[in-house]
């Protein structure tokens, strides 16, 4: 089977470097909030090209900070996709806000400024932040949807938990565009731990602070709960340990990801099969993902053919129980036509050549 995603080809080569960084915390007697959390810290905001990065506990967390961090709290509306796997919801949810949603563009799945302009003119709806996910690693529209949403004075939250390392055709880098951004670094993501991870980055340096505050019982020093809205939520040593181990070879990775990527959208040549445009660095190649109108048949055939496949994702935010219960859910065309459609195939850095063509001629072959 060629598998959609394999860590121990993935860690097998750090093995003994994971190991030593691993005693090296366990000697050390210092677990959570130390030496190395810091270190990864900065060493991340650095290569983010952002002032501070702020560890927390996984990817949804630092959503669900963010968002406290600029003041959202009950009553308060998130705008964000609904293709994308719920996380901004739920994090909005646990603010105790509502998701209100926005369609994508059909080529890049990514949020349309055209609609997030749409949602903003009307009066009433003035979300308290708008939640952008650079969709399968691919950079959303920064330009044009952060114009938008400071033309309308509404603070931008990058979900970058896909995107790690992504980079505009300006030079930036994913997470250095919005007002804040987050990071996950559970183990399947382009940078990911041997456990649950998350961080923070923002260029406002009061903001990390009340992030920094959040993370910890909102503490503004041991046993001084000072801020509202605070939770346990800490990025331990061990992860941040492993991290400084990965974070060298992120780019690496990433350029093989894309590789990979190419090779598909230059091989896969079927009339009912559509690919993605290949892609510079703006794309970190997290995911690979086809479109197909019949893809409940498409799958069938790759995994007659030995090739498996996965759906990201299959039920849009508005039509998920938790968020159809609410009532008042828009119709989105795009969203709904992509999340019937898409169908991700193997990609990640330890791919080899000879299964790479047999990904391509899977799909040819159908
Ligand atoms: C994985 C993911 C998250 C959530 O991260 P966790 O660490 O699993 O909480 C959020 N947003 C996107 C786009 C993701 O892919």
């Known amino acids: ?7 121990t080809r993935h860690v097998g080569p750090l093995r003994q470097q994971l190991n030593d960084v691993a005693g ?18 900065s060493a991340f905001a650095s290569y983010c090209g952002v002032e501070e990065v702020v560890g927390v506990a996984n990817g949804t967390d630092a959503l669900e900070l963010a968002l406290r961090a600029l003041g959202v709290a009950r009553g308060h509306a998130v705008a964000m996709v609904a293709n994308a796997g719920m996380y901004g919801a739920t994090a909005a949810l646990a603010c105790g806000a509502t998701p209100c949603y926005v369609d994508v563009e059909a080529s890049s799945a990514t949020m349309d400024p055209a609609c997030l302009e749409r949602l903003l003119r009307q009066t009433g709806t003035r979300p308290a932040a708008v939640i952008v996910t650079h969709l399968y690693g691919r950079l959303a529209d ?10 309308y004075g509404v603070p931008v939250v990058e979900d970058c938990a896909q995107a790690h390392g992504a980079r505009g055709k300006d030079g930036r880098r994913a997470g250095s565009y919005g007002d804040v951004a987050c990071f996950s670094f559970y183990p399947t993501k382009n940078l990911g731990a041997l456990g649950d991870g998350g961080a923070v980055a923002t260029n406002d340096p009061a ?15 041991k046993y001084r709960n000072e801020l509202a809205g605070g939770r346990n939520s800490r990025l331990d040593e061990l992860q941040a340990a492993f991290l400084c181990v990965m974070l060298p070879l992120l780019d690496g990775w990433n350029a093989r990801r894309r590789e990979i990527a190419e090779a598909y959208s230059r091989g896969i040549v079927h009339p009912r099969i559509q690919v993605p445009a290949v892609a510079g660095e703006e794309y970190t190649g997290h995911l690979y993902v086809v479109r197909s109108a019949d893809r409940v048949g498409l799958q069938a055939h790759l995994a007659r053919l030995n090739v498996a496949s996965e759906v990201h994702y299959p039920i849009a935010d508005t039509q998920q129980t938790v968020m159809a219960r609410m009532g008042g859910m828009p119709a989105l065309p795009v969203t709904e036509a992509l999340c019937g459609s898409v169908l991700s195939l193997p990609c990640f850095p330890e791919l080899d050549e000879v299964e790479v063509a047999r990904v391509i001629e899977a799909c040819n072959a159908w």
Request: glycine fraction near 8%.
């Open 24 to 41: 090296q915390v366990i000697a050390s007697g210092c677990f959570v909030l130390g030496p190395r959390t810091s270190a990864f810290e």
């Open 207 to 221: 903001l990390a602070g009340r992030v920094r505050r959040l993370r910890q019982y909102g503490w503004s020093a």
């Open 1 to 7: 089977m060629v598998p959609v995603n394999d860590l």
């Open 142 to 151: 920064m330009p044009r949807l952060c114009e938008v949403a400071r033309a």
